[in-house]
Nanobody, 114 residues
Framework: QVQLVESGGGLVQPGGSLRLSCAAS????????MGWYRQAPGKQRELVAT???????SYDDSVKGRFTISRDNAKNTVYLQMNSLKPEDTAVYYC????????WGQGTQVTVSS
């Protein structure tokens, strides 16, 4: 069973940066498209970025140009570099396969506030 552990969140001022990490167990990791999702209070969970097995990426328009997703297959880890953060980026961030088929991890809280 694949387990996902997210880390790297925190409190940051608008315009700041954070780098999230997601460690995944399981040797099938490198064959899968992996995504970062987020869920803000009172809202549904949404997909914000995907990195495919070959390394290509896609982004939601709300984060395009500010967020960068990457993966290290040797470490079974997916990253999300978040720059120029805005208050509306405040959410709990999760990683999962795209589409999500694994159990959700605990997520990591990102709060953007002055």
């Amino acid at each position: 069973q694949v387990q996902l552990v997210e880390s790297g969140g925190g409190l940051v001022q608008p315009g700041g940066s954070l780098r999230l990490s997601c460690a995944a167990s399981g040797s099938i990791f490198r064959f899968n498209a992996m995504g970062w999702y987020r869920q803000a209070p009172g809202k549904q969970r949404e997909l914000v970025a995907t990195v495919y097995s070959g390394g290509s990426t896609s982004y939601d328009d709300s984060v395009k140009g500010r967020f960068t997703i990457s993966r290290d297959n040797a470490k079974n880890t997916v990253y999300l570099q978040m720059n120029s953060l805005k208050p509306e980026d405040t959410a709990v961030y999760y990683c999962n396969r795209n589409p999500p088929i694994y159990g959700w991890g605990q997520g990591t809280q990102v709060t953007v506030s002055s």
